[in-house]
């Protein structure tokens, strides 16, 4: 699977609106991006994930550029509870191996 | 409940010593995983089961490490001859196919001293 970059920490502001970037330069065509984060003390949680149209759920948004190279997580009203490491996967169905990295620590602050 | 529930979620045992975790996985979710975190770092992957069958395993599960899910539901994780280098969080997540998320229970907290 193609790797990911992530900056190692962000703040954001409660209330507002975060935006979470994440750099998937090698990713090949089959490959979905997926969005974990992970609470202190807690096991990861699932987000979203997408291939190459943009995604919306309960819990964010997706939106993943044209050429597929970068994609950002939006939270679009961030809450204190929102304060966790996210991470940026790529994976190809098929791929039982979730590489995680080392995430990106988000806090927000009130 | 209908989360991935694990057990214990703390365990603390002296090196050399054996040790067996529990992963109950949703009801209807036929793949398991087994990930293993240490402090810093994101969790690893060690193995993957789809109902009872092992059909992955990561070069980090050493000869000492062996896990099974006898009747596809519930898995465990045993350690044998523990080491200092064992002490991490063992997660356990499962999925039902291969299009969705995991979910992944709160994991259990190993300490070898």
């Known amino acids: 699977d193609a790797k990911t970059t992530q900056p190692p920490s962000m703040d954001c502001a409660e209330g507002r609106a975060a935006n979470l970037p994440c750099n998937h330069s090698t990713i090949s065509g089959n490959e979905y991006v997926y969005w974990y984060r992970q609470i202190h003390s807690q096991g990861p949680q699932y987000i979203i994930h997408?291939?190459?149209n943009n995604e919306t759920n309960e819990m964010a948004s997706l939106i993943i550029t044209e050429d597929r190279k970068s994609s950002t997580l939006i939270l679009p009203h961030a809450t204190l509870r929102d304060t966790a490491v996210y991470y940026c996967i790529v994976r190809v169905y098929g791929n039982n191996r979730l590489a995680f990295g080392k995430g990106n620590q988000v806090v927000v602050i009130p | 409940d209908t989360g991935v529930s694990q057990d214990p979620r703390h365990k603390i045992t002296k090196r050399g010593q054996n040790v067996t975790f529990r992963c109950d996985p949703i009801s209807e979710h036929n793949r398991l995983y087994w990930y293993r975190q240490t402090l810093g770092q994101g969790p690893e992957f060690l193995t993957y089961f789809q109902n009872e069958a092992q059909l992955e395993k990561s070069r980090l599960l050493s000869d000492r490490f062996s896990a099974e899910r006898p009747k596809g539901s519930f898995s465990t994780l045993e350690i044998q001859r523990t080491e200092q280098g064992d002490s991490a969080m063992y997660l356990c997540a499962s999925s039902v196919g291969d299009h969705y998320g995991y979910t992944f229970g709160s994991g259990t907290r190993l300490t070898v001293v």
């Open positions: 997408g291939l190459k």
